[in-house]
């Protein structure tokens, strides 16, 4: 694990925690443009060499930080900028055409398979920004996910390993088959409940047993700590939803509040 960044004090749910403009920007892929391997090399010497070579070329724009390895801290702790690409536009998916953002302090916030904070990219002020995804206490590590979360512990720490990362967090230390099915059956649930919303705002209200299965199912994102994902505001609208057509107003309403702070972390 990295240095890291800790709260300095207590921190609300969808609060601004900082933004700031990136040291770096580099292109997201490093590539030699070459005709390939050269005769002599195998791949794993030809890549060494590139990764050397790219070190050297960050060297030059990062003097000022010398003490990082500059091509080290993006490949690991960057942050990929959808905004920024190169080409015909933003539906190119190939890295070869976007970028990589590393930040002064950003750039030491440390992995969680369950991220308290949500990372966004002002185009306007070219900065990047940083929000509390839950509330967070004076004392706490700030923790931001390097990995797809929607997919089970082993498929996690695949992508983590070429990083060196070992993560420890609850959600790797206590995963089951069970937890990992959910993670990967999540978003297709919330799609799911989405349809059934619908069916209730038309006609008639749900049984009492479909709002306890709702309310359950919210338990479980918020437990694994998936409730940062935009998806999850989904599950809340469909939650209030069900709780005003069973006429439990003060329960839909503080689905309502919850739903506002949620908004407020892609706003």
């Known amino acids: 694990m990295g240095i890291g960044v800790f709260a300095t004090r207590d921190i609300e749910l969808g609060e601004l925690i900082f933004a700031e403009r990136p040291l770096l920007v580099t292109p997201r892929n490093i590539n030699t443009f070459g005709p390939g391997v050269p005769a002599g090399y195998t791949m794993e010497q030809f890549q060494k060499i590139v990764m050397m070579e790219w070190e050297k070329r960050l060297e030059v724009s990062v003097d000022r930080i010398r003490k990082w390895s500059p091509s080290g801290i993006t490949r690991t702790n960057g942050y990929g900028l959808d905004e920024v690409w190169d080409g015909d536009g933003p539906t190119v998916e190939n890295d070869a055409f976007r970028y990589t953002a590393t930040g002064k302090t950003a750039s030491r916030i440390n992995h969680s398979c369950m991220p308290n904070i949500l990372q966004t990219f002002n185009l306007a002020s070219f900065s990047l920004q940083f929000k ?18 929607h997919q089970g512990v082993a498929a996690r720490r695949l992508k983590l390993a070429p990083y060196g990362i070992i993560c420890e967090c609850s959600a790797c230390v206590n995963a089951t088959p069970e937890t990992d099915k959910f993670r990967e059956d999540m978003l297709k649930r919330i799609e799911k409940l989405t349809s059934e919303c619908r069916a209730w705002i038309r006609g008639a209200a749900p049984a009492r047993k479909d709002l306890d299965e709702i309310i359950h199912f919210q338990e479980a994102v918020v437990k694994e700590g998936l409730h940062s994902e935009r998806s999850y505001g989904v599950l ?18 503080d689905c309502y509040d919850l739903l506002v702070k949620h908004q407020k972390l892609y706003n």
């Open 236 to 253: 809340l609208s469909g939650l209030m939803t069900a709780h005003m057509k069973l006429g439990m107003y003060d329960r839909a309403q």
């Open 132 to 149: 509390a995804s839950k509330d967070i206490k004076y004392g706490e590590q700030l923790f931001y996910s390097y990995c797809e979360v």
